[in-house]
């Protein structure tokens, strides 16, 4: 089972920063946090991870708590492409783990 | 370069029939992992293929087969199929170690239909 908890759903003005929250309480100290997205009609697309500093790379920036029990997943300047649904997924990086998916959040980016 | 490749892109059986799927990892990887994606739902882990074994599986009935060629190139087999086997079957590679499969990339899929 997932091991995270997100909202089903979530709109953003086109243009507006889009902030994805997530919910992992039972993070352990060797997992990661991943997000990855699924845009209509393909397979999901790797976007940011971290262990437990801030991070950030062309397409988002990744805020995670201190205590490492939810994070936030910021896309700073939504465009209509954006539409997808996110999904947070905590991992171990060792050993080829395999992603456990959620249900993830549903991202409508509104004109 | 050419990502992960998946055929058919759609496919449609009846129930009890037998059904292959096909993946090309991207080049350089040669880890090769299968997802199904019910419709409403995230996907999920079947099976993960390198050094052309199975290496892990997720709670899939023996149904659910699979290969993996010296190329990396991978089949998913499916055998008497259900209603509720209609999904998308995602296929995913990456690279073996710890640092180099920071992240998995994937295939769009292909969409199988049980009738």
């Known amino acids: 089972d997932a091991k995270t908890t997100q909202p089903t759903s979530m709109d953003c003005a086109e243009g507006r920063a889009a902030n994805l929250p997530c919910n992992h309480s039972?993070?352990?100290?060797?997992?990661?946090v991943y997000w990855y997205r699924q845009i209509h009609s393909q397979g999901p697309q790797y976007i940011i991870h971290?262990?437990?500093n801030n991070e950030t790379n062309e397409m988002a920036s990744l805020i995670i708590t201190e205590d490492r029990k939810s994070s936030t997943l910021i896309l700073p300047h939504a465009t209509l492409r954006d539409t997808a649904v996110y999904y947070c997924?905590?991992?171990?990086?060792?050993?080829?783990?395999?992603?456990?998916f959620g249900k993830g959040t549903r991202l409508s980016v509104i004109a | 370069d050419a990502g992960v490749t998946q055929s058919p892109t759609h496919l449609i059986k009846t129930r009890g029939q037998q059904v292959t799927l096909r993946c090309s990892p991207k080049?350089?990887?040669?880890?090769v992992s299968w997802y199904q994606q019910a419709l409403g739902q995230g996907p999920q882990f079947i099976f993960q293929?390198?050094?052309?074994?199975?290496?892990q599986r997720g709670n899939f009935p023996d149904r659910f087969s699979g290969h993996q060629f010296p190329n990396y190139s991978s089949e998913l087999n499916v055998n008497a199929l259900l209603l509720g086997d209609s999904a998308l079957y995602l296929c995913?590679?990456?690279?073996?170690?710890?640092?180099?499969?920071?992240?998995?990339?994937f295939g769009s899929g292909t969409q199988l239909s049980v009738l």
């Open positions: 995913a590679s990456s690279p073996r170690g710890q640092l180099a499969n920071e992240k998995l990339f």
């Open positions: 039972t993070i352990s100290g060797n997992e990661y």
């Open positions: 971290g262990l437990k």
């Open positions: 997924i905590v991992r171990v990086l060792s050993g080829n783990t395999p992603l456990v």
């Open positions: 080049s350089g990887h040669d880890t």
């Open positions: 293929y390198y050094e052309e074994e199975e290496r």
